[in-house]
């Protein structure tokens, strides 16, 4: 499967703003699928993550209770809902998706996702 991450942009603390992925291929119903980050200089990091139905999710402390994820596997799309935006959101935002996860809901280990997306960069001024 092959990912596109888009969306991304130049927000204000206390936005919001919805980050949005294109699965191409058939099976994309078939993956587990998450969202990470990666700020300049840091590791990247894990965000969300949601099952093959969008029924289980799991995300970050970092972002709980302030990010959504979900998926519609009908457009072969995943989302990223990112409200109360703040300055150390600031990073370059990647989709990926995972053929075995260990979970249900997926995972939170960058090692396990087997396909990528290109990134998109949010950019969060106080």
């Known amino acids: 499967v092959q990912l596109q991450a888009y969306g991304g942009g130049l927000v204000q603390a206390g936005d919001s703003l919805r980050l949005s992925c294109a699965a191409s291929g058939r099976h994309f119903r078939t993956y587990t699928v998450g969202w990470f980050r990666q700020a300049p200089g840091k590791e990247r990091e894990f965000v969300a993550a949601t099952s093959r139905s969008g029924g289980s999710t799991y995300y970050g402390d970092s972002v709980k209770g302030r990010f959504t994820i979900s998926r519609d596997n009908a457009k072969n799309t995943m989302y990223l809902q990112m409200d109360n935006l703040k300055p150390e959101d600031t990073a370059v935002y990647y989709c990926?998706?995972?053929?075995?996860?260990?979970?249900?809901?997926?995972?939170?280990?960058?090692?396990?996702?087997?396909?990528w997306g290109q990134g998109t960069l949010v950019t969060v001024s106080s």
């Open positions: 990926a998706a995972d053929a075995v996860p260990p979970y249900a809901w997926g995972s939170a280990h960058v090692r396990n996702y087997d396909y």
